[in-house]
Structure formats: structure tokens, C-alpha cells
């Protein structure tokens, strides 16, 4: 231990650091690891023909099913989600309630992305008044499952929000509904339907992981090169010491 004297404190930095960084980067791999996943089974299921509606009922992993809607839309109730942005533009997402007539329920439809420049006037959208068949994927938020809240960004229709909570919304109306959000395919009764599946890809969790490992590492370059440093002065101090 001659050689190598980093110092209490230095020491225990390093023991309350360098676990936590290397931990850091391990939960990044396994978040990469569900991120490819997640995004593998989206590419499976959103190859396979559209189920109806009655089937997706049923299904107990609904997330990325296809599904096929035939009914119309009830613009009386649209949900406007706020805080969307695409290509650097502000805008927001619409919502509205759609009745399947096949099965008798309703679902919360997410028509696609709007522009909105101008905060002072409403965002501008028509709905189709007559029966349509549409072809639509059920949206689940990875990781985490819907949070029903009762709050709402503004009263009235159509009604600013800032989380999608059908469930909350069936309630509200009094309507039989499925609680998930079904994001429309492009088509005539979409807007701007690109739907990017995850906000974060796998590629940069795997960058966090090497930042995490990277900090890691040097935290822990850093405190072998203060230990030898350290005995290597108190060596020379002791060299200098009058006999």
C-alpha cells in the first residue's frame, strides 16, 4: 500500500461513483435491447392483414395490431394533443372518436399531425361526414401503460390536451370504447401520418452506454493516477527527511 495512497476521500467518491456509472451504462445496453425488440415486433405485426375490431377486443397484447374500422366519425368531441412537433414546426395531433359499426364501440382515432403557427387561432381540420373504411394500428406507450387523468388543458370542444387517455374520455361521453389510442395509416382521412414508434432509437442508448462506461473509466484512470501519485511525493518527502 506504500505505492498507492489516493486518500480517504477520493476514495470514497470512487465507491459511491463508479458503481453508479457502470450501472448507468448497463440499464443503456438493456434499454437498446428493448428498443430493438419494441421496434421488431412493430414490424411484424404492421406487416400482417388488419383484424376487426371484435378480434382486437379480445386480443390481451393489442400493441401494433392493424385493424380495420368501418364507421364514421363524431366531430362533435375532437381531442386536440398539444405540444407536437415535426421537422423543427410546432403542431399537435388529432383525435376524435370514431364508431365502428361491425362491432358497436367506439375508439379514439389519431387522425395525424397538424401545423400550428398561430396559437391564436385554433388549428384548422374537417372531418369526413360520410361512413368510411379505414385501416389503423393500436398505439401503446412503451414502457409505461396509460395514465387515466381526469385533468384536461382546456374545457369545451374541440378540447386541448396534453396525454391521449381514451378510457377518460369513454367515461366522460358515456360511451362504450376501447382504451387505446388507434393511430389511422396514411390515407384520405389522415393528415401527416408518419408515426415514429420510439422518440429515442437503440442507437442512442447505445451512445449513453459508452458515455456511461467512458465517465466510468476515467473516474477510475483518475483515481489510480491520484494513488500513485500521492505515495510517489510521500515517498520523496520521506527521501528529503533529515536523519
Do not use: C
Amino acid at each position: 500500500m506504500s505505492r498507492f495512497r489516493p486518500g480517504l476521500a477520493p476514495t470514497l467518491v470512487v465507491l459511491a461513483l463508479l458503481p453508479l456509472l457502470v450501472w448507468l451504462g448497463f440499464w443503456q445496453l438493456q434499454r437498446a435491447d428493448e428498443k430493438r425488440a419494441l421496434l421488431a415486433a412493430q414490424a411484424a405485426r404492421l406487416q400482417a392483414a388488419p383484424v376487426a375490431v371484435s378480434e382486437l377486443e379480445r386480443s390481451r397484447d393489442p400493441a401494433f395490431l392493424r385493424v380495420r374500422l368501418e364507421g364514421f366519425f363524431d366531430d362533435h368531441h375532437s381531442l386536440i394533443l398539444d405540444n407536437r412537433s415535426r421537422d423543427g414546426q410546432v403542431g399537435v395531433e388529432l383525435l376524435q372518436p370514431f364508431y365502428d359499426q361491425p362491432s358497436g364501440l367506439w375508439l379514439l382515432v389519431n387522425r395525424g399531425w397538424l401545423p400550428w403557427p398561430d396559437r391564436r387561432q385554433p388549428p384548422r381540420f374537417d372531418t369526413p361526414e360520410q361512413p368510411l373504411a379505414l385501416t389503423a394500428w393500436v398505439y401503446v406507450p412503451a414502457g409505461k401503460p396509460f395514465q387515466l387523468r381526469a385533468d384536461a388543458a382546456t374545457d369545451g370542444w374541440p378540447r386541448l390536451v396534453t396525454a391521449v387517455e381514451p378510457a377518460v374520455l369513454w367515461q366522460r361521453l358515456g360511451r362504450g370504447g376501447l382504451p387505446y389510442e388507434i393511430r389511422l395509416e396514411p390515407g384520405p382521412a389522415a393528415y401527416r401520418a408518419e408515426w415514429p414508434v420510439v422518440a429515442m432509437g437503440p442507437e442512442k442508448h447505445l451512445g449513453y452506454a459508452v458515455q456511461w462506461f467512458a465517465l466510468a473509466a476515467a473516474l477510475l484512470g483518475l483515481f489510480v493516477y491520484l494513488g500513485l501519485h500521492n505515495a510517489r511525493e510521500k515517498k520523496d518527502e520521506s527521501s528529503h527527511r533529515p536523519a
